[in-house]
């Protein structure tokens, strides 16, 4: 089974819009870590913000926010007033600390927006 | 500057023929993974070391070997390469474990693209 799944295959908004892209995860572990990473076209990988699971305060950084909630092990990202440079594929993971430390990738949600 | 550096960053090469993609990381990191990322799958974890002759199967190790003797190294081997190994991998690199404010993201290499014909 998926442990982490990106439902959002691809996105487009136009600039300026907000836009949330979602990411649900499955575990059984009560202590895990919770990742986004952004690939632009140019095909890097860049950490976005780590989460653990004791934690479910939000988080904001700027244009960009997250929202964790362990009810519906959601943890969902939102990018508000979207730039061009935000276009890139968006990759949600996940980490168990208690078995084994495996990290568990979605499949991408791969944004475009347009100018 | 902090960074994993990956050799060769691309290689076409013939089905059977043994390859090694070289993975080195100089932020004294304790974890180190390796990935392939396919169309439509997302990346996909081969192996991990969470330390030095520590290493671990991910969720698609078939067809790989991996070694950690020492701690900034961590090479990939495909003793007998097939044309389904062909795909972009990364390799990563970490502190260890993935908790604590002193926690150091996992870092990735900028990738290397393997086609095996």
């Known amino acids: 089974a998926q442990k982490v799944t990106q439902a959002q295959t691809e996105i487009s908004v136009v600039e300026k819009e907000d836009v949330t892209l979602d990411c649900v995860y499955e575990t059984r572990d009560t202590t895990y870590y919770l990742f986004w990473y952004k690939q632009p076209p140019s095909g890097e990988l860049v950490f976005l913000i780590r989460r653990n699971s004791f934690d479910e305060q939000n988080e904001i950084s700027g244009r960009y926010s997250w929202n964790f909630q362990k009810s519906t092990s959601s943890f969902n990202f939102t990018i508000t007033a979207s730039q061009v440079v935000d276009s890139a594929v968006y990759f949600c993971a996940l980490s168990e600390a208690e078995t084994g430390n495996q990290f568990y990738f979605g499949t991408g949600t791969s944004l475009t927006v347009i100018p | 500057e902090a960074q994993v550096t990956q050799n060769p960053r691309y290689l076409i090469t013939v089905t059977g023929k043994k390859l090694t993609v070289t993975c080195s990381q100089n932020m004294n990191h304790e974890y180190m993974s390796w990935y392939r990322q396919d169309p439509g799958l997302g990346l996909r974890q081969i192996y991990y070391?969470?330390?030095?002759?520590?290493?671990d199967k991910g969720d698609v190790p078939e067809g790989y070997k991996v070694s950690r003797k020492e701690k900034r190294n961590f090479p990939l081997i495909l003793e007998s390469p097939s044309p389904n190994q062909t795909s972009l991998y990364f390799c990563?690199?970490?502190?260890?474990?993935?908790?604590?404010?002193?926690?150091?993201?996992?870092?990735f290499g900028d990738g290397t693209r393997l086609s095996i014909l």
């Open positions: 070391s969470m330390n030095v002759e520590v290493t």
């Open positions: 990563a690199s970490s502190s260890f474990p993935p908790r604590g404010r002193s926690y150091q993201p996992q870092h």
